[in-house]
């Protein structure tokens, strides 16, 4: 099983990124994939996850109406479309897969699989 994230990069204050991530080696399409990142010096926090089946999604405050989840089931993928971004959400950005949810769970340790994190960076 494989996470595979890409779409990091440096950006100004107010513009956009979007983050892939392309998940291969298994069926994900009963998993939970999720987004966290992790700043320099603090805990790795959620950010959004989407249920692959059905679609649901679920927002941290402090990314909700900026960030969307999506994926695509034709090519594996989950993106996270990431828009009026600020300087505090510089972090390294991993995906995760969480194959045993039953609901939608912002915790890390919940997840079985990791990607190997993208680098964002948001100067002011």
């Known amino acids: 099983v494989q996470l595979q994230a890409s779409g990091g990069g440096l950006v100004q204050a107010g513009g956009s990124l979007r983050l892939s991530c392309a998940a291969s080696g298994r069926t994900f399409s009963r998993d939970v994939m999720g987004w966290f990142h992790q700043a320099p010096g603090k805990e790795r926090e959620f950010v959004t996850a989407i249920n692959w089946s059905s679609g649901r999604t679920d927002y941290a405050d402090s990314v909700r109406g900026r960030f969307t989840i999506s994926r695509d089931n034709a090519k594996n993928t989950v993106y996270l479309q990431m828009n009026s971004l600020k300087p505090e959400d510089t972090a390294v950005y991993y995906c995760?897969?969480?194959?045993?949810?039953?609901?939608?769970?912002?915790?890390?340790?919940?997840?079985?699989?990791w990607g190997q994190g993208t680098q964002v960076t948001v100067s002011s």
């Open positions: 995760a897969a969480d194959g045993n949810a039953v609901s939608m769970r912002r915790y890390p340790w919940f997840y079985d699989y």
